[in-house]
C-alpha cells in the first residue's frame, strides 16, 4: 500500500525542539521531492519546507527559516523535520506530502 | 512576500457550476495545484500543473488559467463537493505558497 504516514508530533515547551519523521511505503521515496505543510488549528494550509529529489535543494518558508531544518534518510525511505526554537505559532497538524500522496499528519503544541 | 488571493467562501446549489479564482502575480510563470480539504481530513490533490487531474478525481473537477488567475470550476456540483478549495504556487525563488482557502456551500 503507497502512503506516507508522519510521526513524532507532541508537547513541547516555547523554545524547545522536536524532530518530525514521515515514512514511506510501498515507493522508493527518495526519487520525488518531499513537502512539509503545516495547518494551525482553525486555520488554512501553511507550506513549511521543500527537499528535492537529489537533495540538492532544501528551500524554507520565511517564518522557519534558520530554526527547521528538512532531511532524509534514503536507507530508511523516512523524511524528518528537525524544529527548534519553537514558538507558539508554531503550533499546527504537520503534513509531508509528495505529489498527490499526503500523509495523515501529526499534532506539534508549543505550550508552556 | 508572495500572496495568493482566494474568496473566501463560494455558495453553489447542487447541480450548478462553482468557479473558485486564485490571483497572483507570479501565476504566468508558475504552475497552479487545487487541493481540496474537508474538515478533520487530510487534503487531497484535485488539479496539477494548472490543468492536469490526478487518476481518481472526477471530471467535474477542471482546472484553468488567464493571465495572473487561475481558476478551479466544480461542474454538476454535489453535496458531497462541500468543502475548503486551496490554491498553491511558487515564487520566482521556488518558494511555495498556498491561498488563504475557499469555503465552498452546497446551498
Known amino acids: 500500500q503507497v502512503q506516507l504516514v508522519e510521526s513524532g508530533g507532541g508537547v513541547v515547551q516555547p523554545g524547545g525542539s522536536l524532530r518530525l519523521s514521515c515514512t514511506a511505503s510501498?515507493?522508493?521515496?527518495?526519487?520525488?521531492?518531499v513537502h512539509w505543510v503545516r495547518q494551525a488549528p482553525g486555520k488554512g494550509l501553511e507550506w513549511v519546507a521543500l527537499?528535492?529529489?537529489?537533495?540538492?535543494?532544501?528551500i524554507y518558508a520565511d517564518s522557519v527559516k534558520g530554526r527547521f531544518t528538512i532531511s532524509r534518510d534514503t536507507s530508511k525511505n523516512t523524511l524528518y523535520l528537525q524544529m527548534n526554537s519553537l514558538r507558539p505559532e508554531d503550533t499546527a497538524v504537520y503534513y509531508c506530502?509528495?505529489?498527490?500522496?499526503w500523509g495523515q499528519g501529526t499534532l506539534v503544541t508549543v505550550s508552556s | 512576500s508572495y500572496k495568493l488571493t482566494q474568496p473566501p467562501s463560494v455558495s453553489v446549489s447542487p447541480g450548478q457550476t462553482a468557479k473558485i479564482t486564485c490571483s497572483g502575480d507570479?501565476?504566468?510563470?508558475?504552475?497552479a495545484y487545487w487541493y481540496q480539504q474537508k474538515p478533520g481530513q487530510a487534503p487531497i490533490l484535485l488539479i496539477y500543473?494548472?490543468?492536469e487531474r490526478p487518476s481518481g478525481i472526477p471530471e467535474r473537477f477542471s482546472g484553468s488559467r488567464s493571465g495572473t488567475t487561475v481558476t478551479l470550476t466544480i461542474s454538476g456540483v454535489q453535496a458531497e463537493d462541500e468543502a475548503d478549495y486551496y490554491c498553491?504556487?511558487?515564487?520566482?525563488?521556488?518558494?511555495?505558497?498556498f491561498g488563504d482557502g475557499t469555503q465552498v456551500t452546497v446551498l
Open positions: 507570479e501565476l504566468p510563470r508558475q504552475f
Open positions: 500543473k494548472d490543468t
Open positions: 506530502a509528495s505529489g498527490i500522496l
Open positions: 498553491e504556487s511558487s515564487d520566482s525563488s521556488d518558494s511555495y505558497v
Open positions: 527537499i528535492s529529489h537529489a537533495e540538492s535543494e532544501k
Open positions: 510501498g515507493f522508493t521515496f527518495s526519487s520525488y521531492a
